[in-house]
């Protein structure tokens, strides 16, 4: 990572400051700040590299049924086979650019969007329960997909979707998570605050959505998932542990576990032979 990218990823010092402050005085408090924190996704300017992508796409919006929140969808048109691409926290639809690429070679329309609140849709509170639901209704929207790759949150969201049903022939998890509470807990200690708090914030969470949180725990959904999936995830990642794939791979039926080195969270989605090993796993 450069240190301009660090700098951009780096916690503003006043919420570390905020977060300690409610830490020390009201742990209720504390988690109606994190909670918020936790729902706001940052968007991100539109890199140089994503330009092209965008703006070939053929773009329309879509408002998911159940939460009402408006969605940005990209669509690109090269044959029959169609592919989803989910981008993760802070992402955009054109993240996954140069997996687009490789698709666009084999000749697979490309579906991507931005989830709520990211990218170009508009701005909002958002989580997991959101990408599912805009997977979902994609699924409707184009008459399922032969394919579906998802980075992070996307990558979970990807086998939350097909554990719950959704109808696919291969999937790919790139730098996925795998337990909600490890995602609080570390979410709370990069803002400053401890994991002392995740019980309040997950409490938070389940009384304003009326579900656990641990429903969304990716392993008991890649257990009733029997289709093959590739697992990818670098050893130093640093914003999801290698643990979650080793986890994901091993509650999988069907599952693959490719581990890369220096990679990284993001870097990976670029990488020339992370992005063969995914040709090779769907031509074959």
């Known amino acids: 990572m450069t240190k301009k990218q660090t700098k951009v990823l780096e916690v503003p010092s006043y919420i570390k400051t905020t977060s300690k402050l409610l830490t020390a005085v009201n742990k209720k408090m504390a988690a109606t700040f994190a909670l918020k924190l936790f729902e706001t996704p940052i968007k991100y300017p539109l890199p140089k590299r994503e330009q092209k992508m965008f703006e070939v796409s053929h773009k329309s919006s879509l408002t998911l049924p159940e939460s009402q929140k408006e969605i940005v969808v990209y669509e690109n048109k090269f044959g029959s086979k169609k592919v989803l691409l989910v981008h993760g926290w802070n992402g955009r639809g054109t993240q996954l650019v140069s997996i687009a690429k490789a698709f666009k070679e084999l000749n697979y329309t490309i579906i991507s969007f931005d989830a709520p609140g990211h990218g170009k849709s508009p701005k909002t509170t958002t989580n997991m329960k959101h990408f599912i639901e805009a997977i979902f209704e994609l699924d409707k929207k184009y008459d399922g997909f032969d394919v579906i790759i998802g980075h992070s949150l996307g990558g979970m969201s990807t086998i939350n979707s097909i554990g719950r049903g959704l109808k696919t022939s291969k999937a790919v998890i790139i730098g996925s998570g795998n337990k909600t509470k490890d995602i609080t807990d570390d979410f709370l200690v990069t803002i400053g605050m401890t994991s002392k708090i995740s019980p309040y914030l997950i409490d938070l969470f389940e009384t ?25 995830h670098d050893e130093n990642d640093k914003d999801v542990p290698i643990k979650a794939a080793e986890a994901i791979n091993k509650s999988l039926q069907n599952g693959q576990l490719m581990i890369t080195k220096g990679l990284g969270h993001r870097k990976i989605l670029g990488d020339e032979k992370v992005i063969e090993s995914i040709r090779q796993f769907i031509v074959n």
Do not use: F, G, R, S
């Open 208 to 232: 304003k959505y009326h579900d656990k949180m641990a429903n969304y725990d990716v392993d008991q959904y890649a257990e009733k998932t029997d289709i093959p999936v590739l697992v990818i």
